[in-house]
């Protein structure tokens, strides 16, 4: 499952993190979008919070935006004390068109 506005991922276990502060963005569930030829058309930025959408192609078109973060795929949280190299590893593993 994605979540966005604010999207988790992590890595090497179940690594230990709090919970996302009160007044943190409301979250929503969207299906990733990947093509086999234009892949996700997303541009990401690693963030303590997960991923940062820094850019979204029209192609090939997901129900995300500049300014969202991805704070989960597949169920597995990509925010906390996360570095970028688990972020990207656990985020890759689970990287699929109609991963939610």
Same mark, same amino acid.
């Given at each position: ?9 992590? @890595?090497?276990?179940?690594? !230990? ?19 086999? !030829? ?22 090939? @078109? ?11 795929? $597949? @169920?597995?949280?990509?925010? @906390? ?14 990287? $699929?068109?109609?991963?939610?």
């Amino acid at each position: 499952r994605l979540e966005s506005d604010a999207w988790s991922l992590s @890595g090497k276990g179940t690594p !230990e993190v709090a919970s996302p502060p009160k007044d943190a963005h409301t979250t929503h569930v969207v299906e990733l979008v990947v093509d086999q !030829e234009l892949g996700a058309g997303l541009d990401l930025q690693a963030d303590s919070f997960g991923f940062l959408v820094v850019g979204v192609d029209d192609a090939p @078109g997901q129900s995300l935006a500049v300014g969202d973060v991805i704070t989960e795929i $597949a @169920g597995v949280p990509l925010w @906390g004390d996360l570095d970028e190299d688990t972020l990207n590893d656990t985020f890759g593993a689970h990287f $699929a068109d109609g991963a939610v």
